[in-house]
């Protein structure tokens, strides 16, 4: 018997549902109106006080929309919902997206089935009842048939352990659950440690008004310019009058984006000169459109990867007038094989008096005072620290939550060294439950409102599979699981992500296991589990309805 089989709910339910959704997030909010769409009752609980999930959390200064860029970071089930709502920039800042999510949450009246300030601290499946029950941190109780994970993929913050760190007795702010009251940097020295892409947007931001800026960087990282326009009116009509074919295109394309498939050709197929002048041209449109329209071996050939690294290397040792500076600011790893970021100035504000930059990997860390932050060539006292440290990553909020399943087991003890999934939606020995970003899906590699609009329409069918079959449970048999797993593998390794160190591989957390599990085979993952479910949900296994005894 483990230890989480000892420690039962200390309440019975006292609400039942058909579905519990767990975060109010692009994700659980979609899922409550499609679950509503269907007829079924659902609940969402979020330990926010109100909607939005990581759009609720990262209000740092400079956060936006680093993917996709507006209007087409949007849910597409709701035409009308396109048509009315006016998005003000291509690279939405957070307050704009938030702003557009409680309007979605106004207009399809969400509110009502959601519990806000509600931390859900157990989950436990109950394989007689066919059912789940969740019990919250204040110890109320409610149980649902199907349990929908919405808990993000970027959702658990990743903490650093220095030496001292707690003692430090300044301001201390991580990117990802930053303050809503407004945070003044006037006249503050501060360090900001990380450079993904919450410090990236954040660093040009804090160095306007800090009086003193150091950032304490681990890794440098490959930035490409966000571009980031006003949208006009001509822009927003463009996209209202040719909504449906737009859509059309973001489905068939591997991340969800309107565009076509990236250039067929290798980047060695070009000169140096071709290559230079494409390359120069996508710098200065800027946007996520770079990486759309890159050649088409850039994360797969080492060689050809070399010919964008060097391009943007270059580019560093242009716009930073310290050569040594630049030196550090130079990325050494393949390009593309960490998140892509999409910045408005990062390289120009190492220019600034104020900013000092401190390579760790030169000059590490020794510990924290309260009053200053101590590396191997000295003392530098600060006033504020900002951790844009980023995340326990696509498995990290799911371990959080660590469901119990069939036998108490736990997730914890079932993914101790491998997310075993099916589809990157479903756990064997953990029926029906159902992850929307999960691991082994395309997750953070696909434009999340729409990859989530997917995934839970998929998930929508598989209930109605066990409406109409009038069976209780579902869950994918270990087979599936495992050839899962290798056609997750088999696709990474066919790239060069896997041999770079990443949040994508588990590496930025000490102990996560250490393999790339995201789906990267783009839109043919949408043909796959349409293919499942056409074979009558092949891979899967179902238990009838279990009849008590009284019925
Ligand atoms: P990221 O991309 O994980 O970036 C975190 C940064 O913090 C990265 O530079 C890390 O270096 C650095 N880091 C993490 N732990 C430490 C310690 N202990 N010491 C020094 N530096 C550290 O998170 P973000 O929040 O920026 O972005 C997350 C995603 O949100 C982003 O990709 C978008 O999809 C939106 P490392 O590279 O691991 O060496």
Redesign the pocket.
Known sequence: MTSEQQSPHSHEPTHHYDAIIIGAGVSGLYALHHLREMGLTARVFDGASDIGGTWWYNRYPGARV??PGSPFYCYTFSDELMQEWDWAETQSKQSDVLKYLEHVADKFDLRRDIQFDTWVQDARYDEVAQRWTIETRSGECASAQYLICAVGA?SKA?R???AGINDFAGECYH??SWPHDPVSFEGKRVAV????????QSIPEIAKEASHLTV????A?FTFPAGNRPLTDDDLDDVRSNWDALIEKMRAHGGGFPAGPNPSRSALDDTPEEREALYESLWEQGSFQIFLKLYSDIAVNEESNKTLSDFVRKKISEIVDDAETARKLSPDHFVMT??P?LDAGYFETYNRDNVDLID?RDDA?VRFTPTSVITESGEHPIDMLVL????D?ISGSMLRLNPKGRGGVSLKERWDERYHNYLGMTIGGFPNLFMIHGPGSPG?FYNMPLGAERQMDWIGKCMDHLREKELGSVEPVADSEQAWFDEVTTIANFTLFPRT???WTG??VEGKPRYFSAYLGGAMYYDRIADVAANDFAGFVFEPVQRSDAE
Not at 193 to 200: A, E, H, K, L, R
Not at 216 to 219: K, V
Not at 388 to 391: E, H, I, L, N
């Open positions: 680093d993917g970027l990743n650093p352990n220095i990117t990802g440690i990380g450079t993904g892409s919450s410090g990236v304490l960087q681990r890794t990282q960490k998140r970021i760790l860390i844009a440290t980023g995340y990553a953070v160190d990443s949040w590496a930025n």
